[in-house]
């Protein structure tokens, strides 16, 4: 198979996207970026790679005879992650409990009360893992946090465990593993995985001989173009390099071809992108000045408020107002976080507020980048968050009228997609 790679290193995630011939993504890999850029550039090009194999596995049981390919290969991918997850939760499992031992406060007792911790997560790894079998854009980092941070606390309450041990013991490992982990090979995890997929033993026996063709052909990557926060140290030539207001507006164009306004909300900028009908940017505005409002913002105050960033969303959902936040500076926001709850506000108001504040930033982005076209494409990490949308559905409206808006499942992958394409393009050329 012919490809061409794209690789947007971000400053939270690591995005790669491989497309075919046809422009279609058949890949797709993405990852913390960690404090090691390198590191998290080549487990994204290896998830990319891993996956676009998984995906010819259904070509290929098809010719073997398999009725329900797809619906086989679906099932294969959910069993498959969930395995990968197993795997990385031993590493972390292993790496705090060992800490734990060596601690100061710690010792044997708590040691053994941790692993345990950790071993009724593995138990229920189905449940706990779900999420990140179906949806790209979770993490496991998130999913364990947000676990071993609920049980470590109901232990401390009955007095079993130190809470701050094991959680500082937990967020050292996770570093530890995410930054010298050397992924399996997804041929590994397949094998694994096949033994508590809901397959028949006439399909497992099918998916193992279509993974040993497979394994023989190799996937060629013609070219490679990088692009996000950190693409300076990805070892491309100049050449190579595109910036991201580029390949977002390429990427959405890509997916959403009417698109003439794009709102990207990263990590760490919010660039507002107008293109034109052949995805060609021909303006943009970027706030210049700190992360405030964007992905780096959410997971501050995630911490501060002892969440898992991927429950800001639907908490501030349930909120019956929004509480007025005067800055979206990410240090005077939390000042501002704890004043309101010293006041009695509501979590679920104050984090409605917030997540209003980001939107009338990028409202103002926009506003000077030329406003909002009859399509506006929404990307990045923080499109999948729902009271930022709900929020910029609600302003938009207001502001413009009705409009299209369009948010893509892969939204993270937007400027990863544009990246691959520009290597297709330059190719071609």
């Known amino acids: 198979m012919t490809t061409w790679l794209g690789i947007d290193l971000g400053s939270t995630t690591t995005k790669a996207v491989l497309v075919n011939e046809d422009g279609k993504v058949v890949g797709a890999g993405l ?9 998290a550039a080549a487990i994204a090009r290896a998830e990319a790679i891993a996956d676009a194999q998984l995906s010819r596995l259904e070509a290929e049981l098809a010719r073997n005879g398999e009725k329900n390919a797809a619906g086989t290969l679906a099932e294969v991918k959910r069993a498959v992650r969930i395995e990968q997850s197993l795997a990385r939760l031993t590493q972390v499992r292993d790496r705090t409990v060992s800490l734990t031992r060596s601690a100061p406060d710690g010792g044997d007792v708590v040691a053994d009360k941790t692993q345990a911790l950790f071993d009724a997560i593995a138990k229920d790894g189905e449940n706990v893992f779900a999420a990140l079998a179906v949806d790209r854009s979770r993490f496991f980092r998130d999913m364990v946090a947000a676990r071993i941070l609920s049980d470590a606390e109901n232990a401390a309450r009955k007095r079993e465990l130190p809470y701050d041990v094991v959680v500082g013991a937990y967020d050292r490992a996770i570093v530890d593993v995410e930054n010298s982990e050397a992924a399996e090979s997804v041929g590994v995890h397949l ?20 993974w040993k063709t497979l394994e023989a052909e190799p996937i060629d990557i013609k070219a ?3 692009t996000g926060y950190g693409r300076s140290r990805l070892p491309f030539p100049k050449e190579n390099i595109r910036s991201e207001i580029l390949c977002h507006g390429l990427g959405a164009h890509a997916f ?3 698109t003439r306004t794009v709102l990207d909300i990263g990590g760490q900028d919010t660039k507002a992108i ?9 303006g943009f505005q970027m706030n210049d000045r700190c992360a ?3 992905g780096r913002y959410l997971g501050y105050i995630a911490e501060e408020m002892n969440l898992g960033i991927h429950e800001l969303g639907p908490l501030a959902m349930k909120a019956t107002r929004a509480v007025k936040i005067s800055s979206t500076c990410t240090v005077f926001a939390g000042v501002e976080l704890r004043a309101r709850l010293s006041l009695g506000e509501k979590r679920e108001n104050i984090l409605l507020g917030l997540h209003r504040a980001i939107i009338l930033r990028a409202m103002s982005l926009l506003a000077r980048s030329g406003g909002v076209s009859d399509e506006l494409t929404f990307t990045g990490g923080v499109a999948k968050n729902q009271a930022v949308v709900q929020e910029l559905t609600d ?18 992958f937007m400027g990863a997609m544009g990246a691959a394409l520009f290597a297709k393009r330059g190719v071609q050329a």
């Open 191 to 210: 094998v694994r995985s096949l033994s508590h997929a809901k397959v028949s033993s006439e399909s497992a026996r099918r998916i193992e001989a279509a």
């Open 292 to 294: 405030a409002g964007c």
């Open 274 to 282: 107008q293109v034109d009908g052949d995805g060609v940017v021909t």
């Open 224 to 226: 490679m173009v990088g």
């Open 31 to 39: 990852t913390n970026t960690r404090s090691n850029y390198d590191v």
């Open 256 to 258: 959403f071809p009417k």
């Open 395 to 412: 302003l938009v409206g207001k502001h413009y009228g009705q409009r299209t808006l369009n948010i893509h499942t892969d939204s993270i």
